[in-house]
């Protein structure tokens, strides 16, 4: 372990500052062609050094480059810094390069026409190119850079297999002879409850160490190895493992159930699938993300007198605090306090967690009314702002229940490779639980959303969503 340990943070550093610096010289040279391809007298400019300096030209300099990252980071090229091929790279510069050029266009160019159709698609075509290929030999240049590192062994993903049997041994070998452009280290293998040791003498680490064997050697990735591919024992060792955070990956071999609507990373090296990503690209995941934080900015300004109106008839209605927090269980597992508008009396759970039923006669009168608009739900889109939640995914469990749903259902696992959310599949197509089997047949409608995730799904089941607040069939 005493190869130099790789920085993704740093990486996606050198990529955004050379898409600054290319994005400034691309535009930059576009404007030096853009002054002489048009009529010196639309501009009224009488050299290129007074129009290049003028207070128009230096603002735009400043602020185009800077709006062009907002459109790399939301293609997600940022993500996954390591491992990028070639035809990746080219694909995706190409499109953000037509993107921008589109943008710039309608916000920039769109009052410099000249009347000559073909001057107007030369300086698109200009614009284009200079776009692209500035930004593609940037990123060129820190690919290669990684490349050359891994290459000569320099840099190296720490690994530590959970598996310690002979076919543990033989993942292993492949990961690090493997064709992959990455290479990697192994820190050691896990002990698997059940499983005969592998005996070579040179130890391993049990179950309840791997948390601290992660923290203390910098581990990059989990690999699960078991001697038999169980689909149940894998995702009781998920299970375990979301809570640290790391890349959980598997090969998938006849593993079709977990890993069939999961994406390969690497097509080079051995194929092995992320468990703890889901099934959304890069930029789908980043387009999604952005929606959420300015959906609920705009429903928090806009819906603020709502939630003062709301407040006043709670507090009318009953005794108690006006918005109920509750811990609840997030992405990866992490916990976190999720806010509602309280719909029922204080002390409903005084005697322990409960599932709230049909006439439950815990839930206030005014309580029942916003449950049935879904209006108690409004205080989460702070959470989703927060980064706790997102605005469609499947519905946060609490860890009293998701211990019981994940012994009858070991599936409910996958569910935490997702922030949950305020609306779901299966919240609008089955509703409210009131029980274990019935959270546990409401979870089928996760797994497939799981499994079709998608910003086209999440519109529609944000439609569906409206219509059932609108209808009032929320209960």
């Not at 190895?225 to 959980?248: C, D, H, M, S, T």
């Not at 006043?312 to 992405?331: C, F, H, P």
Request: proline fraction near 5%; include cysteine; aromatic fraction near 12%.
């Amino acid at each position: 372990m005493n190869k130099k340990r790789i920085s993704p943070l740093a990486q996606q550093l050198r990529y955004v500052i050379l898409d600054l610096v290319s994005g400034a010289l691309a535009f930059g040279i576009f404007n030096v062609v853009r002054y002489y391809l048009l009529p010196e007298s639309h501009y009224g400019y009488r050299t290129l050094w007074i129009y290049l300096f003028s207070t128009k030209l230096v603002v735009e300099q400043c602020v185009v480059p800077v709006a062009m990252l907002g459109i790399y980071w939301l293609s997600g090229y940022y993500n996954l810094p390591f491992g990028k091929s070639r035809l990746q790279e080219l694909t995706t510069t190409s499109f953000t390069a037509l993107i921008n050029t589109v943008l710039i266009y309608l916000v920039l160019l769109i009052n410099d026409q000249t009347g000559h159709r073909i001057i107007n698609y030369e300086l698109i075509a200009i614009l284009f190119g200079v776009l692209f290929i500035f930004t593609y030999l940037g990123r060129l240049i820190v690919t290669t850079y990684a490349t050359e590192h891994f290459r000569q062994d320099q840099w190296h993903f720490r690994t530590l297999i959970i598996g310690n049997s002979g076919a543990s041994r033989i993942v292993a070998e492949k990961l690090v002879k493997g064709p992959s452009r990455v290479r990697y280290t192994i820190g050691g293998f896990v002990n698997i409850p059940g499983e005969c040791p592998f005996n070579d003498g040179k130890g391993a680490i049990e179950l309840e160490e791997v948390e601290e064997t992660c923290k203390r050697l910098g581990i990059d990735q989990l690999i699960l190895a078991p001697e038999v591919y169980n689909e149940e024992k894998v995702l009781n060792l998920v299970y375990r493992l979301f809570p640290l955070e790391i890349p959980i990956k598997i090969s998938p071999d006849t593993f079709s159930f977990v890993t069939s609507a999961i994406r390969l990373k690497d097509i080079y090296g051995e194929p092995f699938v992320d468990l703890a990503s889901p099934v959304m690209s890069e930029a789908s995941r980043n387009i999604k993300r952005t929606f959420d934080v300015a959906v609920s900015i705009l429903v928090l300004l806009v819906l603020s007198p709502l939630f003062g109106i709301l407040a006043w008839i709670i507090s009318r209605g009953s005794k108690g605090r006006v918005i109920y927090t509750q811990e609840r269980i997030g992405l990866h597992q992490k916990p976190f306090l999720i806010y509602k508008f309280r719909t029922m009396y204080n002390d409903a759970e005084a005697s322990g967690p409960q599932l709230s039923e049909a006439n439950d006669p815990r839930i206030t009168p005014t309580g029942r009314w916003l449950r049935k608009y879904r209006l108690d739900e409004l205080p989460q889109f702070w959470n989703v702002l927060k980064g706790d939640m997102s605005i469609v995914g499947p519905r946060p469990e609490r860890e009293h229940f998701i211990k019981q749903i994940v012994k009858q259902a070991p599936y409910y696992t996958l569910v935490c490779q997702v922030r949950p959310g305020i609306t779901s599949w299966g919240m609008v197509k089955y509703g409210y639980a009131s029980s274990v089997a019935q959270m546990v047949e409401r979870t089928r409608y996760d797994l497939i959303y799981l499994g079709n995730m998608s910003l086209s799904v999440d519109i529609k089941i944000l439609i569906y969503t409206v219509r059932t607040v609108v209808t009032g069939r929320g209960i």
